[in-house]
């Protein structure tokens, strides 16, 4: 499985992003996607995640009402709108696919198989 992030880069406070995660390389059903970030010095953190049958989506308090997990099952694409970003949002963003994962671990990197490369958003004050 390959999963290619894009579309970080610097952005002025109260800005907006569009995040894109390509994956390919294994038939994809009965799975979750989700983007989690790291700033420097801090652990990787939850971001947002949604499950390709149903399309439910789940958000980290920090960014719900601000940032937007969507896919596109044609492509197998999954993207992350960001708005209203703040310079605390800035962090090396990773996308993530997990297989059979279940709601209570849905906001953990142990529950994902697969990790993208990462892209880096930088929101300048």
């Known amino acids: 499985v390959q999963l290619q992030a894009c579309g970080g880069g610097l952005v002025q406070a109260g800005g907006s992003l569009r995040l894109s995660c390509v994956a390919s390389g294994r038939t994809f059903s009965n799975y979750a996607m989700g983007w989690f970030r790291q700033a420097p010095g801090k652990e990787r953190e939850f971001v947002a995640a949604i499950r390709w049958s149903g399309g439910s989506t789940y958000y980290a308090d920090s960014v719900k009402g601000r940032f937007t997990i969507s896919r596109d099952n044609a492509k197998t694409t999954l993207y992350l709108q960001m708005n209203s970003l703040k310079p605390e949002d800035t962090a090396v963003y990773y996308c993530?696919?997990?297989?059979?994962?279940?709601?209570?671990?849905?906001?953990?990197?142990?529950?994902?198989?697969?990790w993208g490369q990462g892209t880096l958003v930088t929101v300048s004050s």
């Open positions: 993530a696919v997990g297989w059979g994962v279940i709601l209570s671990t849905i906001a953990t990197t142990k529950a994902y198989d697969y």
